[in-house]
């Protein structure tokens, strides 16, 4: 399932934010292929559960998949900063300027859940035992992605009203 998403999030970053450029296509490239080295060659060397964090392989895996979180993170948060201030001079949506930012945000939330997880698995090594307040890291982490990508796909009718509430209030501010 890693695999699986992290290509779809790093094609979805790339063609949304960065479609017509080489370097954006070749970084996709490279990180779907080192996600899929260290699976791959992991469970080929009979890690299938993908635990075994004395192997290399996992954290090309685990790598590629916080390099993927950190980078749909920060490609949003540079197309939000350009997007807020479009938005008071009515040349960019503010509920899509927020459903950018709610994807940033997302995105950095997933990536500490999944460098939490890194540590995790450098702390259990064989024994499988690490600290818990790590579990709570990452299923807080996850948890607030989760809230984050839903508001920015499936908005309430209460939260909308709520944004443009806030952006006729800035829009009003600006206003001479």
Known sequence: GIFVSMSFQLQFVRTVFRPDSG???AFTTIVTLTIATGLFVGTYLGDEMGFASGRMW????LGGAVTTLLWCALEAAIHYLKMRRRVP??????????????WSCYGG??????A???VAIAIAGAEGIYPYVL?????????????LIWLA?????????FLSRKYESEATSLAP
């Open 153 to 161: 796909f499936f908005p309430p009718l209460a939260y909308l009203r």
């Open 135 to 147: 579990d709570g890291i990452m299923s807080t982490a996850t948890s607030i992605g989760s809230i």
């Open 23 to 25: 370097w954006a296509r």
């Open 58 to 61: 996992i954290w090309l895996e």
């Open 89 to 102: 001079l009515g040349l960019a949506d503010p509920v899509v300027a927020n459903r950018v930012l709610l």
């Open 109 to 114: 939330a997933n990536a500490v859940s999944q």
């Open 116 to 118: 939490t997880y890194m």
